[in-house]
């Protein structure tokens, strides 16, 4: 009996000791799976965000006419983004700052908000700045970090370029 009370407080003791490091593999996890989503979403949005005569060619630029007919770089971005990770955002027409924010439809994340830097005169070259509050999943690394102040933040910068 006192061999099971010592093993029963020793799995306590160690599921209290390891739950902040099981929490750390879950953030780690996300990131990659937000470093995935937003890889996948640039590379599609590389892909299909050129405007055809720039193809054709030596110089390539990005479409970032939101007004166009073709597909441009931004609303690629944000389709395929939005289908990966199954998050909602509004619509991009009445967008002047650049930014997106897109929320979970199903509760799994916190709000997104995804930030495109480019120069307008030279639009080869985009920056993009993810960035969303971590959801945590357990209250025990809550209590160590704060509520809202653990923010995942990935970027990545988009050429135009090719690559055959």
């Known amino acids: 009996m006192k ?5 029963v407080l020793i799995i306590v003791l160690a599921s209290i000791l390891f739950q ?20 996948s979403a640039a590379k599609s949005a ?17 479409n970032f006419d939101m ?3 073709d597909e441009n770089f931004i609303s690629v971005f944000c389709e395929v983004f939005a289908a990966t990770l199954k998050l909602e955002y509004e619509d991009l027409k009445d967008n002047d700052d650049n930014k997106v924010y ?7 994340y916190n709000d997104f908000v995804v930030e495109f830097q480019y120069d307008k005169e030279n639009p080869d070259k985009c920056h993009i700045i ?5 959801k945590f999943k357990r209250n025990y690394l809550k209590l160590f970090v704060g509520d809202n102040s653990f923010e995942l933040v ?3 910068t988009m050429f135009a370029r090719m690559e055959n």
């Open 3 to 7: 061999n099971l009370a010592i093993m």
């Open 20 to 39: 902040p490091f099981f929490e750390m593999v879950e953030i780690f996890a996300e990131k990659a799976q937000i470093d995935s989503a937003v890889e």
């Open 102 to 108: 897109f929320k979970s439809k199903n509760e799994r």
């Open 67 to 69: 007004d166009s007919e």
């Open 46 to 62: 590389r892909l299909s965000g050129f405007k055809l005569t720039d193809i054709r060619n030596l110089e390539k630029k990005f």
């Open 154 to 156: 990935r970027e990545r």
């Open 130 to 134: 993810v960035t969303t509050n971590y």
